[in-house]
């Protein structure tokens, strides 16, 4: 089973802190919180191109204290590092990466469940001394239905060769590799920026592959290759094509950085600036396209915050 993770703080754990709902303006309720985060966020949204209206934000801070309890002093401190960090020219695609004074503001176990244990959000988990923690969730089929469970896996960076990996960390986005039964207490994420990835047949940090070694994803191979087609080798990493050379868009964008494959001329053509008319993402140097134009950011979780 794989699990598709956007790491910004807010989608992992407290993603319902940005109510735009009208409040005290102070951090000692839900409110008051998510009325000060949103207002932090709105200039972000609004150089996206993305939606300004705080509709989602009333919706996950709702979700929220459905299933948590809210930390009023840790909302304090969570929106007091957030203004600082919000003059960083970098905000908008990192929120002032992982504050650890953003920790716990929601969360119905307040980050104290050890690994194994159930959660309901990552910031239910403590972490690992030196690494991180998420809250796994994972379905399994039995006897014709499903059942899910959610707990807590303590994580650390991980080195080729160690096991058992979790997920191949890929600039802003892990993909979780755990496969169905058993979930460890402890795992490794393998970061291709320390050229590793993990291999979800060995659950171990694995090198990164090298031209004409096979692979099942870009993230798979070296930063110079990408992951083809190649002929009855099957899929194997392969080097990526120049701006002006024919390409074959199947999926897994061929071209080198700064370039996607243009399905009407067939060649490699350079990705289009923030504001850009655009018919797909692919085409975006964000990798965004948002009601035909490219979007100013490249931040997923920006964009699951702001909406359309």
């Known amino acids: 089973m794989k699990r598709l993770v956007v790491l910004v703080p807010f989608v992992a ?7 735009s709902s009208s409040g005290s303006g102070d951090t000692s309720s839900v409110s008051g919180f998510g009325q000060q985060f949103c207002q932090l966020l709105e200039p972000c949204c609004a150089d996206a191109g993305l939606s300004t209206s705080g509709t989602l934000c009333e919706a996950f801070v709702n979700e929220a204290a459905s299933k948590g309890t809210y930390n009023a002093s840790a909302g304090q401190a969570c929106i007091s590092a957030l203004q600082a960090a919000s003059k960083s020219s970098t905000f908008c695609t990192d929120f002032g990466g992982n504050l650890v004074q953003c920790n716990g503001v929601f969360g119905a176990m307040g980050g104290g469940a050890g690994p194994g244990q159930p959660c309901n ?8 001394s030196g690494g991180g923690a998420i809250c796994y969730s994972q379905t399994n089929f039995v006897d014709g239905g499903t059942t899910s469970t959610s707990t807590c896996v303590q994580t650390q960076k991980g080195k080729a060769g160690q096991s058992p990996c979790v997920g191949t960390v890929q600039g802003n986005t892990t993909y979780f590799s755990l496969s169905s039964g058993m979930v460890p207490g402890m795992g490794y994420t393998c970061d291709v920026a320390d050229g590793v990835y993990c291999d979800s047949n060995t659950q171990k940090c694995t090198a990164l592959a090298m031209t004409g070694q096979t692979c099942n994803g870009n993230e798979q191979c070296v930063a110079s290759d990408y992951c083809g087609f190649g002929g009855t080798t099957g899929q194997t990493c392969q080097a990526r094509v120049a701006v002006g050379s024919m390409c074959t868009n199947n999926g897994s964008n061929p071209c080198v950085a700064g370039s996607s494959c243009d399905p009407n001329s067939g060649t490699c053509k350079a990705q289009l600036p923030s504001g850009a008319a655009c018919t797909t993402s692919q085409e975006c140097q964000s990798g965004i396209c948002n009601n035909g134009k490219c979007s100013g950011t490249s931040n997923l979780g920006l964009a699951l915050l702001c909406g359309s």
């Open 13 to 19: 754990g407290w993603i319902a802190a940005c109510s």
């Open 121 to 128: 959000t990552d910031s239910d988990c403590a972490k690992a």
